[in-house]
């Protein structure tokens, strides 16, 4: 099956600084990889997902990239606010699969 | 519209008491997840559904622990003789198919506490 792993597991960067989370997977299979953020007691959302058809995309102060060749993917948050503090999970499903495969989860501190 | 939604958002129980989780899923989401989330962890796979049949159980830590689902909608978890150790928070997810790029949403969760 599929497994992914993601670095680092603790992230802290000053407020206004960018953050970086990268994410490899095993599965060349893999297409739909989506990036959720959890914040403390509540549920895990959606922040973006990025589809393998496409290498890069941004939502604001988010981005995603994706490589294929080396089959990692990664998050970027560029200036961040303390509200960014959360804990983020990324995800691959392969296609054909029914259930996606997490990493670990990053917990970013953004310092003010 | 209305999201996934779970019942009781905390239960506290004693040591091997059963226990039933409610998972409420978007209407027309074929397919349903649960996690489990101890305190500080990761999202621990335990069960899928597709419609009302599980073809997935491997995730389901021991047989004390059971999931049905009911008319391709409410999901109930199931454990018996709680354990210290079953006390996280479960979480229900559902997506509208089980394949493809569909967004997959989560519920608030379940805080279950064993004393």
Not at chain 1, 29 to 54: C, H, M, T
Not at chain 1, 83 to 96: M, R, T
Not at chain 2, 55 to 73: I, M, N, Q, V
């Amino acid at each position: 099956g599929e497994n992914v792993e993601q670095h680092p597991s603790t992230l802290s960067v000053q407020e206004g600084d960018s953050a970086v989370i990268k994410c490899t997977y095993s599965d060349s299979a893999s297409n739909y990889f989506p990036w959720y953020k959890q914040e403390l007691g509540k549920r895990p959302q959606l922040i973006i997902d990025i589809r393998s058809n496409v290498g890069e995309k941004k939502d604001q102060r988010i981005a995603v990239t994706l490589n294929k060749t080396a089959k990692h993917f990664s998050l970027h948050i560029t200036e961040t606010q303390p509200e960014d503090s959360a804990v983020y999970f990324c995800a691959a499903l392969p296609g054909g699969d029914y259930k996606l495969s997490f990493g670990a989860g990053t917990t970013v501190t953004v310092r003010a | 519209g209305a999201g996934v939604s779970q019942s009781p958002s905390n239960k506290v129980t004693e040591k091997g008491k059963d226990v039933e989780l409610r998972c409420d899923p978007i209407s027309g989401h074929t397919a349903l997840y649960w996690y489990r989330q101890r305190l500080g962890q990761g999202l621990e796979f335990l069960i899928y559904f597709q419609g009302n049949s599980a073809p997935d159980k491997s995730g389901l830590p021991s047989d004390r622990f059971s999931a049905e689902r009911t008319g391709e909608s409410v999901s109930t978890l199931t454990i018996q003789r709680t354990q210290q150790e079953d006390s996280a928070v479960y979480l229900c997810a559902s997506r509208r198919s089980r394949m493809g790029a569909d967004t997959q949403y989560f519920g608030p969760g379940t805080r279950l506490t064993v004393l």
